[in-house]
């Protein structure tokens, strides 16, 4: 309550509306799976684009288990979802090392190369990672320069320098006695009592055996025309990065070489750049100096001794252009296939590195889970595949606003399918079948993939396009060219009622995904959109209601509650997401004495009672025809 001490007017806002509830998305995914490279072990960045997905995580290429070829399912699958109609994809990356034969997230597997105490690796395993590294040692512009002092005499100057800069210092006349020859390598080390605030360091094997002095420098003119005269330039280095195909990854300029090197008090070296940071961690490599090591021993160590380094530019190679070496790394591979320990993951007790799906725990925004190609190779990979279902099962039912789209597996016949369904009992989970043939843009040849990712694609486009409490069946898989099995219609009567939703092929229509059940035995949770839009309103009440938490809990507040969710259920009566011709028939809020007892109320319990009549599909169109008579009245 605001203090009103002195005589005077006062004008203060004031809210005469009860607050709004803002409605979830439903369309963010989550899939979990191998892929050719990218983290393990760091949380997910959100995907919008299959662009996005191969720069952080490898391309479509298959993946190689010791000599054992897969298709990149999890690549497929974001294909798939983003042709579809996806716009939000996470992916959690699962990697299994050839060394430990266990779940790791070491450096097992990385791509590397090391040389005279630098070391270049991958910064995540796979062979994808197996990068070329193309180092380039340039010199920047010429910052010797000239000022006239009080008495009108040139003086030299410099322009600006840090601490551990390596500069290229040239004589073109070879002037006097103690000045640098033409062409010759120097660190730069701060000293403001110095007249020129500066000296250079020879480098082990130059010429000059003592540091460059500050009559050195004296002694030198700047250049009268771009390319004459003597020059100070700054040396940095060059990074671009290509994968194994020779594809451009990046290119990062002006790396200074000194691994201990800063700017403004910012460690911006090649090896800051990407080290061990924070900020590091989103690079492709990692770059690392043994301790001790000079910004000359970095030169030495990656474009060889000082002498060729000095030969080459001074042999007439282009400052401007730079010598260029390319390095690639070795080593990296897939490791083997995970398993079901991968899938599930592991998280530190800080919570500072999970992998698995405890990284989508992490994430509340994700409503769908997946993970294509977890049911390949199902006889030889039961147990695993039937273990990664039941991880996606629990974890969608422990997160609560969020399904799981299960896979069948390769080439089911319609016993097979069945009894694999067989096992299967959850309401936040719905059971897919057959896999979909599509063209490989990679290997230009028909293969057969997964459904989830497709199934996955069509619920966001549909929640787009229609609303989540429209059935996401009678959709068209814009990608498929068949299916591994053709499903007739009196098979889908053996297969609907059990909670199997089956993709099937109309004449005139296309290839169609028709169904829409959930695995449940509970037939008040049989359909995959009212699951879906449950969980839809729950989530948003969820987030829409925090700010009660703490409030005076009296009738105040209880009508303001009551107010904030009949007008959020109010715009989805409005957009027809439910039953009856009135808001009244189509849902209530009740938030009073009557749902809240004495003792909830002195144990601080708010009790809110929300009923909606949520539409159904209809997913059996009946048309009952007759014959009538002309005279028969109505």
Known sequence: MPEYLAPGVYVEETSFRSKSIEGVSTTTTGFIGPTRYGPVNVDPDIITSLGEFEASYGNGDRLDYDGAKMDNYVWHAARAFFTEGGKRLYVSRVFRGLATGDATHA??????????GVTFRARHPGAY????????????????????????????TLGALTD???????????????????????????????ELGVSFSGAPGSPIASPLTTSSILDLDPDPEPGEGDSVRVVT???SLFDPDGNPLGVWAGLPLDPAHRTDGFADSLFSFFGDSEQAERMPIHATATAGMSALDVLDALFGSYDDITNDFSDGVKLDAGITRDITLDGG?????????????????????????????????????????????????RDNANTIIS?????????????????????????????MRAKLDSKYAAFYFPWVSVLDPITRQTITLPPSGFVSGIYARNDINRAVFKAPANEVVNLALGFDLNISKAQ????????????????GRGMLLWGARTVSSDPEWKYVNLRRYFAYLEHSIDRGTQWAVFEPNSERLWANVRRTIEDFLLNEFQMGAFLGDKPEQAYFVKCDRTTMTQNDIDNGRLVCLVGVVAVKPAEFV???VGQWTADRKV
């Open 107 to 116: 450096k097992d597997g990385c791509g590397s190369f090391s040389a005279g």
């Open 492 to 507: 889908q009567e053996v297969l609907n009622p059990e909670g199997i939703n089956c993709f099937r092929f109309f004449e």
């Open 164 to 194: 551990g800069d390596v500069v290229w210092v040239s004589d073109a006349a070879s002037a006097a006695t103690g000045t640098p020859a033409p062409g010759d390598v120097y660190v730069v080390k701060i000293d403001p009592l110095k």
């Open 391 to 419: 991880l996606l099962i629990t974890h969608a039912e422990a997160m609560r606003y969020r399904i799981a789209v299960l896979d069948c597996a390769q080439h089911q016949t319609i016993s097979d399918v069945r009894k």
């Open 129 to 156: 990672g197996n990068f070329t590294v193309r180092l380039t040692v340039k010199t920047g512009r010429n910052i010797l320069g000239q000022t006239l002092d009080s008495d009108g005499n040139p003086q030299p």
């Open 622 to 624: 009946i048309f009952r």
């Open 237 to 239: 280095v060059t990074l």
């Open 333 to 381: 591979n897939d490791g083997q296939r995970p398993g079901a320990a991968e899938y599930e993951g592991k998280a530190d007790p800080n919570l500072t590195e999970r992998t698995g799906l405890k990284q989508f725990e992490a994430i509340d925004d994700i409503s769908i889970v997946a993970a294509p190609g977890s049911t390949f190779d199902y006889a030889n990979y």
